[in-house]
């Protein structure tokens, strides 16, 4: 398995892995509204890669709260062969601890508190993402301590302070 950052050239080939790991529909998720017409912040967009192709994927995009940059994690995907082997965990420390070494202090996801948790995600309270969002899927990790402490309001689309 290789790691490599993701090109332009892979991107519709991360997004045939999405459509296979996702229902359909998954673009009408509020978190891709936040998304629509921003650029993923490409030193963290990764992906695996063995013989047989694409094995897995993460990306990330900037996000605010009020004048706060915030990290949106997601989409991630395993490809269905490859579920159960460790590679999203693989996935998910290394583009933490890059984003880390970029100097981004925190990240946002929406997601399963038990399953994210693991990787010192926990509930936050008082961000609101984009209606229809579950509030007790949205999730948060310091990469620097305090770094949540005091951030609230709703998420918005980069630049739309």
Do not use: K
Request: proline share 7%.
């Amino acid at each position: 398995m290789q790691l490599h950052q993701e090109t332009p050239a892979d991107w519709w080939e991360v997004e045939a892995l999405y459509d296979l790991c996702f229902a359909p529909g998954r673009e009408a998720l509020s978190s891709y509204r936040l998304r629509d017409s921003v650029a993923p912040v490409a030193d963290l967009c990764l992906i695996l890669r063995d013989e047989n192709g694409l094995a897995a994927a993460i990306r990330y995009w900037p996000v605010q709260i009020g004048l706060v940059d915030v990290l949106l994690l997601g989409p991630i995907a395993v490809h269905p062969v490859h579920q159960g082997e460790g590679l999203g965990g693989w996935l998910m420390r290394e583009s933490l601890r890059r984003a880390q070494a970029l100097g981004w202090d925190r990240v946002l996801l929406v997601g399963d508190a038990p399953y994210y948790s693991r990787f010192g995600f926990v509930r936050l309270e008082g961000v609101v993402m984009p209606p229809p969002t579950n509030p007790a899927r949205v999730l948060g990790l310091e990469l620097t301590p305090g770094a949540w402490a005091g951030i609230t309001g709703a998420v918005t689309r980069h630049g739309e302070d």
